[in-house]
């Protein structure tokens, strides 16, 4: 039974997708919130004040334990401060996935001896009180139910959605600095302009291998501006070619999209990339293999030369307009 | 210096299937290879070795008497050795237990400057291991390193965050979690495949490890995968015939139909 539940996240969505997780979950008594302050800011959840911490999981957590988690946001702080919160017994601590939170995740189920899963999509307790995670395994192959036979658990949450709710703001109770026997020191620090938004991109036109050299994606380029559409990729352009950034990677290592229109071009639809577009409405492909995967996980399929293809959806759109 | 690399030899993720008859995940007779991202994590080892005047490189393989060929490759790429752990533990979706047996294997070794992992592995996809392993070794963890510059005491890393590209230091020993981004493997040929002889690549038995054979049961994070199913979602599967312009027309048409457009 996960009476007690520890739920954090490095932003304030997250925060509240794995409280909602925690609070919905059968026999759970309390939810608490965990923030890392920082000097100034709130390091986890980011962009946020304490208050405005307590405001988004309003209904959701009993409290926000505000802890000071230094100058920047640390995996290594964060599993300390984790750990000292659940001092007293916890039951699961669920977190949502980030680099950050990855550590976090790791080093907590050492340090308290917990079981832990990650990827989790959706979790539930079972007849004897032991979590059941759902999430998808073999790179996409299957989806799975994992069973947490050990108490405590600590499940690291996909990436998810949701809403905001009008509640009160929960409790804020202040929390000691943990304390990490290493020094992490930042030296420089470079932002990376966001240019891509695949996971909130309305239409999305992704390119594969079917694509021959680096040069001809410039040939999609029409199609995009035509649709409107975020530019995405396969694996093996931004991993293996690295032709594009992997910021465009759709799939189980880059982005999961929720469009209305997905368009494959060239992609034979390894698992790995399908999972990232289950959640696409429509998904049309261009491909001149029958045989390849996509085509059974496609709407509408154009088995032809994509290179033919293409200047005429372009025509055909201009046309349409 | 010495570096260890942590790799895992998996079955090829891109040859898994679901079989929708039987309702199972295909998993015998597949070809199998180290992880894709753990290549990552060697090459990044093996470059430091070229650039560093005395780095010592050895490889550390998960995956049981199988994983021979898959280790001399991966020793192969640039390493001085290579160690086989016994298998049997190396369930994908308990990677603390994997951990734990990893943290022992690099104790029987003998301890590294640096520690080095793939971010994720290609079969769990957790991306815990390398974190899990720093917390049982007492010591720094950098990921998702995309840069690395180590120094005589300390190592200097770029970690890509997502939003922000963060270079930190800190004292040596450490743990890194390699980015798939940071580089491209190099792929050793046959030739030096073959060149890897039986004194460079070595087996740890989990008693060299200090592990009784029912221990392994005590170290299991306590996880265990309880059902399967397919993880597909339903489809239209409409072919469009005809030439590209005819198909063009046809798509742009159901898409309209589709209220997508």
Partial sequence: MAARVIVSAADVAGLRRVAEAARTLDGVE???????????????????????????????????????????????????????????????????????????????????????????????????????????????????????????????????????????????????????????????????????????????????????????????????????????????????????????????????????????????????????????????????????????????????????????????????? | MRIIVCAKHVTDSTEIRWDDERGEVVLRNLPTKISDYDRNAIEAAVVLKEQGDDVELEVVMVGGEAAVKTLKEAVAMGADKGYLVEGGWDDPFDPVRGARVLARAIEAIDDADLVMCGLVSEDGYNGITGAALAQLLERPYLAPVVGLEPGEETVRATLDLGDVLRTVETPLPCVLGIDSSMNVPRLPTVLQVMKVKGDRVGTLKLADLGLAPGALGELAGGVELAGLGSSAVERKRIVLEGAAEEAAAALVAALKEEGVL
């Fill in chain 1, 30 to 321: 309390r939810v608490e919130a965990l923030a890392l302050t920082g000097d100034d800011v709130v390091l986890a959840p980011a962009a946020a004040a304490v208050d405005e911490v307590a405001t988004a999981v309003g209904g959701l957590a009993d409290v926000v334990l505000a802890c000071p988690g230094g100058g920047a946001l640390r995996g290594d702080v964060w599993a300390a401060a984790l750990q000292e919160a659940a001092a007293g017994g916890v039951d699961a601590v669920f977190l949502a996935d980030a680099p950050a939170a990855r550590e976090a995740a790791g080093r907590l189920s050492i340090a308290l001896g917990a079981a832990c899963a990650s990827m989790c999509d959706e979790v539930t307790v079972d007849g004897d009180g032991a979590l059941l995670v759902r999430r998808s395994v073999y790179g996409g192959v299957a989806a799975g139910t994992l069973r947490l036979g050990r108490s405590p658990a600590v499940c690291l949450f996909a990436a998810g959605v949701c809403e905001a709710a009008e509640a009160a703001p929960a409790p804020i109770e202040q929390r000691a600095a943990p304390a990490v026997p290493w020094d992490v020191v930042i030296v420089a620090e470079d932002t990376v302009e966001k240019t891509v938004d695949l996971p909130g991109a309305r239409r999305v036109v992704s390119v594969g291998r079917g694509f021959q050299k680096a040069d001809d994606l410039a040939l999609a380029q029409p199609l995009v501006a035509a649709l409107d559409a975020e530019l995405g990729c396969s694996r093996p352009i931004a991993e293996d070619f690295k032709w594009l950034p992997k910021e465009r990677l759709v799939g189980l290592t880059g982005s999961s999209v929720t469009a209305d229109l997905y368009l494959a071009l060239g992609i034979s639809g390894q698992v790995q990339h399908l999972t990232g577009i289950k959640g696409a409405r429509v998904v049309a492909a261009v491909n001149n293999d029958p045989k390849a995967p996509i085509v059974r996980n496609a709407d509408y399929i154009i088995q032809a030369d994509l290179y033919k293809v293409i200047p005429a959806l372009v025509a055909a759109l201009g046309g349409a307009s």
